[in-house]
Nanobody
Framework: QVQLVESGGGLVQAGGSLRLSCVGSGRTFSSYTVAWFRQAPGKEREFVAAISWSATRYADSVKGRFTISRDNVKNTVYLQMNFLKPEDTAVYYC???????????????WGQGTQVTVSS
């Protein structure tokens, strides 16, 4: 069982940047594919980015603006978000699974979420 804790959310102006962190428990966290999803009020949860041991994947809406990375020594996955837009406003969730890349929400483990608000 892995536990995930997100942090780094907040309020930022359009065009600004934030870095989200997801800290995972357990000695095997580096074996997990870790993804970021987001959910805006009244909308479905949507895929943002994912990282496996050696590869990354992004939603088209964030390509070129967001970067996902991981530090396996610190058991942490980061989401660097640049050039933020008001439409990026959502609760951002970290998710992990051993089964590899997927863009649907069928991940076994989830964090509690962190709010990102981008003002215009």
């Amino acid at each position: 069982q892995v536990q995930l804790v997100e942090s780094g959310g907040g309020l930022v102006q359009a065009g600004g940047s934030l870095r989200l962190s997801c800290v995972g428990s357990g000695r095997t966290f580096s074996s997990y594919t870790v993804a970021w999803f987001r959910q805006a009020p009244g909308k479905e949860r949507e895929f943002v980015a994912a990282i496996s041991w050696s590869a990354t994947r992004y939603a088209d809406s964030v390509k070129g603006r967001f970067t996902i990375s991981r530090d396996n020594v610190k058991n942490t996955v980061y989401l660097q978000m640049n050039f933020l837009k008001p439409e990026d406003t959502a609760v951002y969730y970290c998710a992990a699974d051993l089964r590899g890349f997927r863009t649907n929400a069928e991940y076994a483990h989830w964090g509690q979420g962190t709010q990102v608000t981008v003002s215009s």
